[in-house]
C-alpha cells in the first residue's frame, strides 16, 4: 500500500491556482510505461442554450482526497497501473480552463485508458466537489449526472451513498471486450453486496 501511495499524486489547488498539466504528466511517465492517458475537465462556455462565464468549485478537501485516493486504489486492483496524477481545482474556473486533470501510465493503453475513464467517473459520482455554474443571467449549484445516476442506481440516496463513498469498495473487471479499450465490465463490491456497472 505504502509503494502504491508513493505513485499517486491527488492535489486539490486553491482558488485561482491552474492546472500545469506538464507537471503531471511528467510526474507519471516512466520508461517502463508505453502509454500515458490523461483526460482534462474544461469549462465550454455555454450549458442548454445559457452562456455560460465560469464554473465555482468549492469542496470538503480532506474528505475528497481521501475518496480519490479510495478510487485510485480501485484503480490499481482492476488495471495494472504504474502511477497516478490527479489534480482538481477550486474556486472559480474561467471558460476554456481545466478544472480537472487526471494522467495516468501503464505498461500498456489500454490499461491507462480504461483506468483514466473510471477515475474520472467516480470522481465526479462520488467525491465531495461542488459546482456552481454562472451564466450570463443567473447562476445554480449542479449536480453531476453521474452523482445522480448513482443515487439512483442505490435507490436510497444520499445517506446510503455516504457509508458507501470512500469505503475501499473492491472493483474486478470481468471479460473486457475486444471493441475498445473502455468497455470493460465492473463490479464493485461493498458489504457483500455486488453492483455491476
Known amino acids: 500500500m505504502a509503494n502504491e501511495e508513493e505513485k499517486n499524486v491527488i492535489e486539490i489547488l486553491e482558488e485561482n491556482v491552474e492546472i500545469d498539466m506538464g507537471k503531471y504528466i511528467k510526474y507519471v511517465q516512466a520508461p517502463q510505461c508505453g502509454a500515458i492517458a490523461t483526460f482534462s475537465g474544461t469549462t465550454r462556455d455555454t450549458f442548454q ?4 462565464l465560469e464554473l465555482r468549485y468549492e469542496a470538503y478537501v480532506p474528505m475528497a482526497i ?11 486492483s482492476a488495471w495494472n497501473l504504474d502511477s497516478i496524477a490527479v489534480a482538481h481545482r477550486l474556486g472559480p ?7 480537472v486533470f487526471i494522467a495516468v501510465s501503464s505498461v500498456h493503453r489500454a490499461d491507462a485508458l480504461d483506468a483514466c475513464k473510471f477515475l474520472i467517473d467516480e470522481i465526479k459520482a462520488s467525491v465531495p466537489i461542488w459546482k456552481k455554474e454562472v451564466y450570463t443571467n443567473g447562476e445554480v449549484w449542479k449536480e453531476n449526472s453521474e452523482f445522480f445516476e448513482r443515487r439512483l442506481e442505490l435507490g436510497n440516496g444520499v445517506e446510503d451513498l455516504a457509508g458507501r463513498v470512500c469505503s475501499g469498495r473492491k472493483v474486478e473487471v470481468d471479460e473486457p471486450r475486444k471493441k475498445g479499450c473502455c468497455a470493460g465490465k465492473v463490479k464493485v463490491e461493498n ?7
Do not use: F, H, L, Y
Open 49 to 52: 442554450g445559457k452562456t455560460v
Open 66 to 76: 481521501r475518496c480519490i485516493k479510495s478510487i485510485c486504489s480501485s484503480a490499481r
Open 93 to 99: 474556473v474561467p471558460v476554456g480552463e481545466s478544472s
Open 191 to 197: 458489504n457483500g453486496a455486488t453492483d455491476s456497472r
